[in-house]
């Protein structure tokens, strides 16, 4: 069993910022890309930034140079700092990790989501 915890969402003014968590546990071989995605009220979930266990990263052009993800691999956790943000950043947001298993599978799991609401 894998499970992908988030922490760290909450409500904030516009212009504030967050940190939020996501931390992989269960019978983990090695975890390969981690990245985290946000869905908006009515509208379809979109990726936000990527990153690989090496540490190269990848943004959503509406949040470059405002959220840097990074991750601890001692930890399996990843980590979206968000500056800057904005009514319309609001969304539930979700980790997901590309994850081998010790029994040699390999899937994509999904934490369960984390409420972040930008007030203007």
């Known amino acids: 069993q894998v499970q992908l915890v988030e922490s760290g969402g909450g409500l904030v003014q516009a212009g504030g910022s967050l940190r939020l968590s996501c931390a992989a546990s269960g019978t983990i071989f090695t975890i390969n890309d981690m990245g985290w995605s946000r869905q908006a009220p009515g509208k379809t979930r979109e990726s936000v930034a990527t990153i690989t266990r090496g540490g190269d990263t990848n943004y959503a052009e509406s949040v470059k140079g405002r959220f840097t993800i990074s991750r601890d691999n001692a930890k399996n956790t990843v980590y979206l700092q968000m500056n800057s943000l904005k009514p319309e950043d609001t969304g539930v947001y979700y980790c997901?990790?590309?994850?081998?298993?010790?029994?040699?599978?390999?899937?994509?799991?999904w934490g369960q989501g984390t409420q972040v609401t930008v007030s203007s």
């Open positions: 997901n990790a590309d994850i081998t298993r010790w029994s040699g599978r390999r899937d994509d799991y």
